[in-house]
């Protein structure tokens, strides 16, 4: 997916995306079409992205560049493989009534996703509002460029959240976390539904987005999208 507003950095057969505002840290991928990555590459990719004090990330799909996956290994990383998913618009379910898409970025967007990504995974656990409205009291809304969806319920304030990013007619949807307390209750899926419908409502001819374990997979397949891939998330391994 292009990176609209991003400095880019050619490394080898590895390109660097470099964030150039807000939302989520960008990450290098092989050349493409036709780029065939070496480990050496990788290891200087890591070496920029550290100078650079950036996530040392790299990303790619496993079905178009195969050997990858163990160049990347071998260079150090541990290699996450996500199902990647596209969206059949024929499918997206009826809107939940207290999930609204938002073209700003309020404190609770990045609050609520910062809890959820701390207790991944589908399980509920104890992380709930209390914790939420602690955070928010010392946080403060952001400028964006994305559009956000929230779960907002009535006696319980914003308990899901999620962020559709735009380039083209291409629409990639991400961040969706919801608090550990409030999961199993279709608000993670009704976020991402009401995300890629104001996708497609504004003129997206493809969403796609990928999931950390099958398990989220079938969350997403619920609502409207199709497994069609791997996406492989390459980072550091943890000591």
Request: contains cysteine.
């Amino acid at each position: 997916m292009p990176r609209p507003g991003s400095r880019v950095e050619e490394h080898g057969e590895l390109v660097l995306f470099l964030q150039a505002g807000d939302g989520y840290p960008y990450y290098a991928r092989p050349r493409h079409p036709g780029g065939r990555p070496t480990v050496a590459d990788v290891v200087k990719m890591r070496a920029r992205q550290r100078e650079l004090g950036v996530p040392e990330a790299l990303e790619w799909v496993h079905e178009t560049t195969p050997d990858l996956y163990d160049h990347a290994i071998a260079a150090g990383l541990e290699v996450l493989r996500a199902p990647l998913l596209v969206l059949d618009p024929d499918k997206l379910p009826e809107p939940h009534p207290h999930v609204r898409v938002l073209d700003t970025r309020p404190a609770e967007v990045s609050v609520v996703a910062e809890l959820a990504f701390s207790s991944p995974g589908t399980s509920r656990g104890e992380i709930g509002v209390e914790e939420r409205d602690a955070a928010v009291r010392g946080a403060t809304p952001l400028s964006t460029r994305h559009r956000h969806a929230v779960a907002d319920l009535p006696g319980e304030g914003v308990l899901a959240v999620g962020t559709a990013q735009r380039a083209g007619d291409v629409v990639e949807i991400a961040g969706i976390g919801t608090l550990p307390a409030a999961r199993r209750r279709g608000l993670g899926g009704a976020v991402t539904a009401e995300l890629a419908r104001d996708a497609l409502d504004r003129g997206a001819a493809l969403v796609f987005l990928s999931a950390g374990s099958p398990e989220i997979a079938r969350v997403y397949e619920r609502v409207g999208f199709r497994h069609v891939g791997t996406a492989c998330i390459a980072s550091p391994v943890l000591a």
